[in-house]
């Protein structure tokens, strides 16, 4: 959006910054405060949770920011940034609950936690932009539920791929194209990989291993095309995906796909490995009036039926600031669910797993997740995968099996687990939220 950037100029000039905070301060969140700090004038970063208060000021610290307050209070929270200060603190719902914050970043890619301050944030009437596909993609539509009768913004963000893809089809949509495919580029997808494998990657970019494996065994691509599915009404084409490998550009894989059978799904999201431009998106779409297809064939985007565009970067915490400025000044939400979910992503067994093991996290050693119809998975009562972290397991699943609830015993008194019954029965039956305990 480009009028994004007039608009925050001008609350620079009024002396009326944008005020956020920022939950999470890992690899990426330190990438947005630096860009926060030195490259979006008009908004400013007051605060910064982690729960090693010194990850927090280091994120300070990288942006040129070093003399901040460490606050244990709402009210110290407050005063500091009355006075002008950035604060720092390990205790997360300050940022929720103070006055003077307009929007949240969340960036910590938990669920259990995130699931807390999401809801935390919403009753205290903020804005939150999520750099969170796995919160998203587990119960995104019941938080969006909350969102809309608090009257505020919960969005996912620009930068990551599934916003690049929604600006994309949004655009393709707003000159009279009806989007059939919204696709994202991979370089890697083996199942299999691991903390271990992946360990040299992650410290050459100073980046976790199991963040970077959640990448590499699929499951991360998967919560990315879910979001996508649940924010423009698509569906997959069978578990997983179709997940083409293709060494060409995306333009050529228009005549891969079959056209009616697009149509008559509604559309769907999937990926392709080691095509070009990577690691971009793109969006296939059709015309059904001859006269513009004429156009569209005059323009070099080929005969048809299928339209190709694309956007061959995503520059992730560069554009996280734009989302926080399109739903504070704007109420425009770069991506969230239209309604319930129609794509979830579920547990699969990476590994033969044994009964009365507890299941690791997402991207590391026993499970990776898999796209698949929210109708089936509601029939076949599959776990979700970001619910399986903690799971205790009731009998002997073998490798690439998908889990299922009869198979595990989940840890007690999770507001994640209340939250995706209240989704399932939300979205079920229609009925009137209650208040989650």
């Not at 400013?44 to 994120?59: H, M, P, S, T, Y």
């Not at 910590?108 to 809801?119: L, N």
């Not at 410290?203 to 499951?219: C, E, I, L, P, Y």
Request: with cysteine; proline share 4%; aromatic share 8%.
């Amino acid at each position: 959006m480009i009028i994004v950037d007039r608009a925050l100029q001008a609350r620079a000039e009024a002396g009326k910054p944008v005020k956020v905070a920022m939950i999470g301060a890992g690899f990426m969140g330190r990438g947005i405060a630096n860009q926060i700090a030195n490259s979006v004038p008009g908004m400013e970063l007051v605060a910064i949770f982690n729960r090693q208060i010194d990850a927090a000021k280091r994120a300070y610290s990288e942006a040129g920011i070093e003399n901040v307050q460490v606050v244990s209070t709402v009210t110290e929270l407050e005063d500091a940034i009355a006075r002008g200060e950035y604060a720092v603190t390990e205790d997360a719902m300050l940022l929720c609950q103070a006055e003077g914050i307009d929007a949240l970043i969340e960036v910590t890619g938990a669920v259990e936690f995130g699931a807390q301050v999401v809801m935390e944030a919403i009753a205290h009437r903020k804005h939150v932009i999520m750099m969170n596909a796995e919160l998203d993609g587990t119960i995104g539509p019941i938080l969006k539920v909350y969102a809309d009768k608090a009257g505020v913004i919960l969005s996912a963000c620009d930068g990551d791929q599934p916003g690049v893809e929604m600006n994309l089809y949004r655009f393709v949509k707003s000159i009279g194209l009806t989007p059939l495919l919204c696709g994202n580029i991979k370089g890697l997808q083996d199942p299999y990989r691991n903390p271990t494998t992946q360990e040299a990657f992650a410290k050459r970019w100073g980046q976790k291993a199991h963040m970077v494996t959640s990448f590499a065994d699929g499951t991360k691509i998967s919560f990315e095309q879910a979001i996508v599915a649940n924010a423009t009404g698509m569906t997959i084409a069978k578990r997983g995906m179709l997940g083409y490998d293709f060494a060409g550009h995306v333009d050529e894989m228009t005549n891969m796909y079959d056209v009616e059978q697009l149509k008559e799904l509604g559309g769907i999201v999937d990926y392709v490995v080691g095509a070009k431009p990577g690691p971009g998106v793109f969006v296939f779409a059709t015309h059904d009036d001859p006269k513009q297809r004429h156009y569209l064939n005059l323009y070099k985007l080929g005969e048809g039926p299928l339209y190709s565009f694309y956007t061959p970067y995503h520059l992730c915490h560069f554009e996280v600031p734009l989302s926080v400025a399109r739903a504070v000044l704007f109420q425009d939400a770069v991506m969230s669910p239209i309604a319930g979910p129609l794509v979830d992503v579920v547990t699969t067994a990476k590994i033969d797993l044994k009964s009365g093991e507890t299941l690791d996290g997402i991207g590391y050693y026993m499970t990776y997740g898999q796209c698949e119809s929210s109708n089936i998975v509601q029939e076949q009562n599959l776990l979700p995968i970001g619910l399986a972290e903690g799971c205790r397991l009731k009998r002997d699943i073998a490798k690439d099996q998908v889990l299922t609830y009869d198979d595990v015993e989940l840890p007690s008194g999770r507001l994640g687990d209340k939250l995706r019954a209240e989704q399932n029965a939300y979205f079920a039956t229609g009925k009137t939220l209650a208040a989650v305990g």
